[in-house]
C-alpha cells in the first residue's frame, strides 16, 4: 500500500497522484486564501488580496462589504496598490503615500501570485 506524505487514505493517495499526473496544482498549498489573521506576507512582496470598503463615498454605498480582489504590497503594519513604482518606493524609501490603503479598506485574505507562464517544449515547436 502507497501514501503519501500528505494523506494517510490508500483511496486519496491514488485520486491524488491521478490529479497531478494531469497538471491538477490543487494541492499546491501556495495556491490558497491566508487570513490576514492566520498571517500576513513578507514584506513588499506582491500578492493577491481579498478586501472590503467598510465606508466608502456616498455614491458608493452600494459596496459596502462587497469583497473585490485587487493586487497589493504589505509593508510595516500597512497595505499599498500594487505597482512597480509602488514596490521601489517601499524598497528605497519605506514608504508610498499616494499608494497606500485608506482606513475604509480591509484586507480579508491574501495569497501569493501564481509562477509567471513558462512556455512547455511543445508550446516552442508550435511557434
Given at each position: 500500500?502507497?501514501?503519501?506524505?500528505?494523506?494517510?487514505?490508500?483511496?486519496?493517495?491514488?485520486?491524488?497522484?491521478?490529479?497531478?499526473?494531469?497538471?491538477?496544482?490543487?494541492?499546491?498549498?501556495?495556491?490558497?486564501?491566508?487570513?490576514?489573521?492566520?498571517?500576513?506576507?513578507?514584506?513588499?512582496?506582491?500578492?493577491?488580496?481579498?478586501?472590503?470598503n467598510t465606508d466608502p463615498k456616498s455614491y458608493y454605498q452600494y459596496i459596502v462589504g462587497k469583497h473585490f480582489i485587487g493586487t497589493a504590497h504589505y509593508k510595516g503594519g500597512k497595505w499599498f496598490w500594487y505597482s512597480s513604482v509602488t514596490e521601489d518606493l517601499l524598497a528605497e524609501y519605506g514608504r508610498c503615500d499616494s499608494e497606500e490603503f485608506d482606513e475604509a479598506i480591509e484586507v480579508i485574505a491574501w495569497m501569493p501570485l501564481p509562477e509567471p507562464y513558462k512556455a512547455s517544449p511543445t508550446d516552442s515547436e508550435k511557434e
Open positions: 500500500m502507497n501514501t503519501c506524505d500528505c494523506c494517510q487514505h490508500v483511496e486519496m493517495c491514488g485520486w491524488r497522484e491521478s490529479l497531478e499526473e494531469r497538471g491538477c496544482d490543487f494541492f499546491d498549498d501556495g495556491n490558497r486564501w491566508i487570513p490576514v489573521g492566520e498571517r500576513l506576507p513578507e514584506d513588499i512582496k506582491p500578492v493577491i488580496v481579498t478586501w472590503k
